[in-house]
């Protein structure tokens, strides 16, 4: 939502030296770890890395690579690597920002809006084991004037809009031409959230551009910003929601709505909590075992003084609720690098938001992994089994249980290569 105000500051700062990546390759064994594997827990596992991929999940009986490399698993959990679903990336250094995500175990972001320049550096950057993967919508469909071109006139000159269904087929043609690995599309007048009201596309545009979207075997998520779009684009046939809304409340049967079109939701509470005046920002600043991996110029983000915000943020949690009980999947994301947020830290809180809203901390793991890896139809992560990406963090205790516990990072590993962690 309010991406601008971090943009510009990330442009002001300069980017700090990346990291090398610790090099190799070699086959790792995971002992009697106790393993979610997306979707439930089982105890006292012996996992396998070999070759960038997981090898073997099982008892203590299964084959080890010679020369595998062992890694103590008592009392503590691997997980999938945790999937963000909704982040923006800087135009300056983008890798600085994957590379923080990763530090923090997030190995797969979904970025929801990038310029075409963007997207290619973005794809130029996915092999490389030191920074997070990305999976990316390029620029979003929205209305002339429209949000977020109000964020930066300059640039929106060259920002390509519609005005009718009938430019959707070539609008999205173009898209997937730039890259696009899914559509975005922007149905919010901006109203609820800011005192302010934009143009926005109507819904018969919506529709056509989630029906071209489909037709170039590409899914449709939208931004929303109240309930009023939030149904006006589940009726288009939107495949999800890339944020829930503020506001003081919320129709009985939103959940059941939802549930009804098959779409999926991406809450983003902290990015709504942020709008109204509850930024998560000073809290991590209190902490430094957070701190330590946040890389300077993304720091005056947390740093922002809370503006007191007239905005209710009580129709989220009461919504999550809703889509819990309907069976609707809920997905972690977080809409870093807003005001009050930070990339990679900012999933951790965004799973105690969502345990805070409702969920059982096993869904909120199942939120940021296979959950999203099957709405975002990334078939080769989200999920410890054999012939899955080795997309992994080990952290100490249970977040099955404790849903803080994702915090306490032991290792993380993408494609099987370990991660070095910058303060390590
Ligand atoms: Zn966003």
Redesign the pocket.
């Known amino acids: 939502?309010a991406?601008r105000p971090a943009l510009a500051l990330i442009l002001f700062v300069l980017a700090t030296t990346l990291l090398p990546a610790q090099s190799g390759d070699s086959p790792y064994v995971i002992r009697d770890v106790r393993v979610f594997d997306g979707e439930t827990v089982a105890e006292r596992q012996t996992v396998v890395i070999s070759q960038g991929k997981i090898a073997a999940v099982g008892g203590i009986n299964i084959a080890v690579p010679a020369g595998a490399q062992e890694v103590v698993g008592e009392r503590r959990t691997l997980l999938p690597g945790l999937i963000d679903s909704?982040i923006?990336l800087p135009f300056v250094n983008p890798a600085d920002a994957l590379q923080q995500n990763l530090a923090f175990g997030v190995t797969t972001t979904v970025v929801?809006w990038a310029a075409p320049p963007l997207v290619s550096q973005v794809k130029a950057l996915a092999d490389r084991p030191d920074v997070a993967a990305a999976l990316i919508a390029g620029t979003g469909a929205t209305a002339p004037g429209g949000h977020p071109t109000q964020m930066d006139p300059q640039a929106a000159r060259f920002i390509p809009t519609l005005h009718s269904p009938g430019e959707a087929d070539a609008f999205v043609a173009a898209r997937v031409a730039e890259g696009s690995e899914f559509i975005k599309i922007i149905f919010d007048d901006t109203s609820e959230a800011y005192a302010r009201t934009l143009p926005t596309l109507d819904e018969a545009t919506v529709a056509e551009i989630v029906n071209s979207a489909h037709t170039h075997d590409r899914i449709a998520v939208a931004?929303i910003g109240s309930e009023r779009f939030a149904r006006g684009a589940i009726a288009a046939g939107v495949d999800g929601l890339?944020h829930l809304f503020v506001g003081p409340t919320v129709s009985a049967d939103f959940g059941r709505f939802a549930a009804s079109r098959g779409v999926f939701v991406i809450p983003t509470l902290s990015v709504l909590y942020s709008i109204c005046g509850r930024s998560d920002g000073p809290d991590f600043l209190k902490e430094p075992d957070t701190m330590k991996f946040v890389k300077p110029q993304f720091r005056p983000l947390l740093e922002m003084p809370a503006t007191p915000s007239k905005v209710s943020c009580d129709a989220a949690p009461q919504a999550i609720r809703q889509l819990v009980a309907a069976n609707v999947p809920v997905l972690a994301g977080t809409?870093a690098p807003a005001p009050g947020l930070t990339y990679g830290a900012s999933l951790h809180r965004e799973l105690e938001h969502l345990v805070s809203a409702g969920l059982t901390p096993t869904a909120a793991l199942v939120a940021a992994t296979s959950a999203t890896a099957q709405a975002f139809r990334m078939s080769d992560r989200g999920r410890i089994r054999p012939g899955m990406r080795a997309h992994l963090l080990i952290v100490d205790g249970d977040p099955a249980k404790q849903i803080r516990d994702t915090r306490n990072i032991v290792a993380i590993w993408k494609r099987g290569v370990r991660v070095q962690r910058s303060s390590d």
Do not use: F, K, L, Y
Request: aromatic share 0%; hydrophobic share 40%.
């Open positions: 939502m991406t909704h923006h929801m931004h890339a809409d």
